[in-house]
């Protein structure tokens, strides 16, 4: 067995013309590794190409969506570690998800952080079940939202985003569905979920192709125009000592030098 098969990050099962890709990292609540997003790129690919697939459902394992950035690994990159190739790949992930030629349709019953709001906000559709939760923490790390940015600000309403952004609040998926950031605060994710992809089996490929690149044309726009921009800024960020100090200080289970 390779290696890559006893470190499976991605778990991928299909039924009918649905396609479930779970973030399947629990041991480190499922953050963006280098390995996940490759994993996650390569499940998100092959659904893309086959034909019998009608819609894909992105999802998890666990108590928590997705962390964000895989700090471990972010913390201990050494001095030329290429931060702008790492900012790179997540926004070609993001950008995968909004162009992938079937819907994408997130299902989140966990915590969602720093990283993970950009996947849940670059999916076409997404149902957050009562344990959902919802937060960008990297502001309080020496951080800022950089990449997410592409998916997270065309969603939100601006003044919430201003709040979230700066504040680094948690809120529920109530709130959520009132900003914008998901489509439904479901209580049963499964009866909900059943009746959107039931519904989705009844259009043709064409149909929901060409419908997915019409309304996320803004969308891709926005992120092919400033995708440069943010990338720079956060390599910049994951780079500098105020970030390093933010990182190891969660590491560590502690009060950064700035906390009040």
Do not use: Y
Not at 76 to 82: R, S, V
Not at 124 to 147: H, K, M, N, W
Not at 188 to 212: I, N, V, W
């Amino acid at each position: 067995m390779s290696t890559q098969e006893t470190q499976r990050r991605v778990s991928v099962t299909t039924t009918g013309s649905v396609t479930t890709v779970a973030l399947d990292s629990p041991h480190n609540r499922n953050a963006l590794s280098g390995l996940l997003v490759g994993q996650l790129r390569e499940a998100l690919e092959a659904a893309a190409a086959d034909g019998a697939v009608r819609a894909v459902v992105l999802t998890h394992t666990g108590g928590t969506f997705c962390a964000g950035a895989d700090l471990s690994e972010a913390s201990a990159a050494p001095e030329d570690d290429p931060a702008r190739a790492r900012a790179d790949e997540l926004v070609d992930l993001l950008r995968l998800i909004v162009t992938l030629p079937k819907p994408v349709v997130g299902v989140v019953d966990g915590h969602v952080r720093a990283g993970g709001m950009g996947l849940v906000a670059a999916c076409d559709i997404v149902l957050a079940g009562p344990s959902a939760t919802f937060a960008l923490t990297e502001s309080r790390l020496g951080l800022a939202a950089s990449v997410i940015s592409l998916t997270v600000l065309p969603r939100i309403d601006p003044r919430a985003a201003s709040r979230v952004f700066l504040t680094g609040e948690k809120f529920d998926a109530a709130e959520a569905a009132r900003i914008g950031m998901v489509t439904e605060s479901a209580q049963d994710l499964t009866a909900a979920l059943d009746t959107l992809t039931g519904d989705l089996a009844k259009c043709s490929p064409q149909g929901l192709r060409e419908s997915k690149a019409l309304v996320n044309h803004e969308l891709l726009a926005h992120l092919d125009e400033h995708r440069d921009r943010v990338a720079a800024q956060s390599s910049r960020l994951f780079s500098s000592e105020e970030a390093k100090e933010g990182m190891t200080a969660f590491l560590q289970r502690r009060a950064p030098r700035w906390s009040a």
